[in-house]
């Protein structure tokens, strides 16, 4: 790509023509590192928010075209900028020549440099306004209006500028089904009103809540698919840490997005001891601690101490990531300190009350204290009926179940959550257990 300051590139400027492939890459290069920043540039201006997407993908399509011809711009997003701009002011004209909307835009258009001569300086936003912007980009995106898998769709395609086919391959549904999502959110965004603007403060902190769910079931099925043949989705975890920081650097404020980044960071150290040479998981106490992320780890023990400094006490990221740091700090499963990990994993309740907290909060007892004080934790789990369908329960079941000599009652426990796993790794690792016992 070409350097902010330099000349544009012109056919000759390396040899020979562009290639419609180099092209390609510029443009996939630019949008994946300014996307946020263009589409939240153009919704300001257009006051429209559906329809700043629609012309930045339109402006991104002209780029291809125009980029492979005549070589990448000196300044390429003011050339996405530019391009989108003059095709909202022509949709506008078809839709009502010179109506109120259109001299508006015209008017806050009025005076910008063509797309070839703006200087570097010369950005088509207020530079003191695009943290706010791109921030009201992301609540908007996570508007309680939509459903939640029309957030993570539209979060990740206008804040993280994936593709369609990228949003349908990281959560293996066919694309028509992303595709549609993505129209129905844009469509219920407009037919609601919502206004393409950052909320009160008081408003934020209210939604903020939304936007760390997004962020974390985005992590959650990179960390650990859900379906498919692949236990990892790390595209799909790092965009989500990419998006965190972004949060956290737009709400320095806000301890919970400290501890949300504290918590991704820490979890995706592991990432490269999490799986062996062909893809097929590692369990924690197997796993060669060196290869874990160091810099991650300091990344994310940095951070979580942001969170604590907020002096609010860790809400339900900031102590999950405590438990990763426990993780984190050990030298093996057997270091580990468990007896902070119960603890943390009951403050957790209190504050996050699920059952998958539960059942986690039953293995650490597990490892605290041994199998027969957890397993009537589990029995009473199971009972309670709220995980019936996962195969998480019957997984843990299956393991205290065979840690006390109960083979036969362990060996259907996870032969059952076998059945129930949609992920291929995971369930190869519960029949391996399942044979082991026989």
């Known amino acids: 790509m070409a350097r902010a300051d330099g000349p544009a590139l012109s056919p000759g400027a390396t040899g020979g023509p562009p290639s419609a492939e180099s092209a390609r ?17 153009l919704a300001r201006l257009t006051g429209d928010f559906g329809l700043a997407e629609d012309v930045a993908q339109e402006a991104l399509a002209e780029a291809l075209v125009t980029w492979a011809r005549d070589g990448e711009p000196a300044h390429p997003v003011n050339w996405l900028l530019a391009t989108a701009r003059r095709r909202a002011i022509d949709s506008y004209r078809r839709r009502a020549a010179l109506d109120e909307r259109y001299a508006l835009l015209a008017d806050r258009s009025a005076g910008d440099e063509t797309a070839s001569g703006a200087g570097a300086d010369d950005l088509p936003w207020d530079p003191d306004r695009v943290d706010d912007d791109v921030l009201a980009l992301m609540f908007v995106a996570c508007h309680p209006v ?47 009103g919502v206004p393409f603007e950052l909320p009160p403060a008081e408003e934020r902190r209210e939604r903020l809540g939304g936007v760390l769910s997004v962020l974390y079931v985005i992590f959650t099925e990179g960390s650990t698919a859900t379906t498919g ?15 965190a920081r972004m949060l956290a650097a737009l709400q ?64 339900p990221y900031g102590l999950q990531a405590a438990i990763a740091a426990c993780h984190a700090s050990a030298s093996s499963v057997a270091e580990t300190d ?40 589990v029995d ?10 996962s195969h998480l329960l019957p997984g843990v079941r299956g393991e205290l179940l065979a840690r006390l000599g109960r083979t036969t009652e362990a060996r259907a426990e996870l032969e059952l959550a076998a059945r129930l796993c949609g992920n291929v790794r995971e369930r190869s690792v519960l029949l391996r257990k399942a044979a082991a016992l026989e």
């Open 25 to 41: 890459r510029a443009v996939e290069a630019v949008w994946r590192i300014e996307s946020a920043r263009i589409v939240s540039a």
């Open 146 to 192: 939509l459903s939640p898998e029309a957030r993570v769709a539209l979060t990740l395609r206008v804040v993280g500028g994936l593709s369609s086919e990228e949003i349908a391959r990281a959560f293996l549904v066919p694309v028509p089904t992303v595709q549609a999502r993505i129209t129905r959110a844009k469509k219920t965004i407009a037919a609601a």
């Open 229 to 243: 043949d692949r236990l990892l989705r790390p595209d799909l975890a790092y965009e989500a840490i990419r998006l």
């Open 252 to 315: 320095p404020d806000e301890p919970e997005v400290y501890g949300q980044v504290a918590l991704f960071e820490l979890v995706a150290a592991r990432f490269p001891a999490r799986t062996g040479p062909d893809g097929e998981a590692v369990l924690l106490e197997d796993q060669n601690r060196r290869l874990w992320d160091r810099s991650a780890i300091r990344r994310g023990l940095a951070a979580l101490g942001r969170a604590t400094a907020g002096g609010r006490g860790l809400g």
């Open 338 to 377: 468990w007896e902070r990990i119960v603890i943390l994993y009951e403050a957790l309740g209190r504050v996050a009350p699920s059952p998958v907290v539960d059942l986690n909060r039953a293995v650490a007892v597990a490892m605290a204290t041994g199998p027969e004080t957890a397993l009537p934790l």
């Open 380 to 389: 009473d789990l199971a009972a309670s009926g709220r995980l019936s369908g």
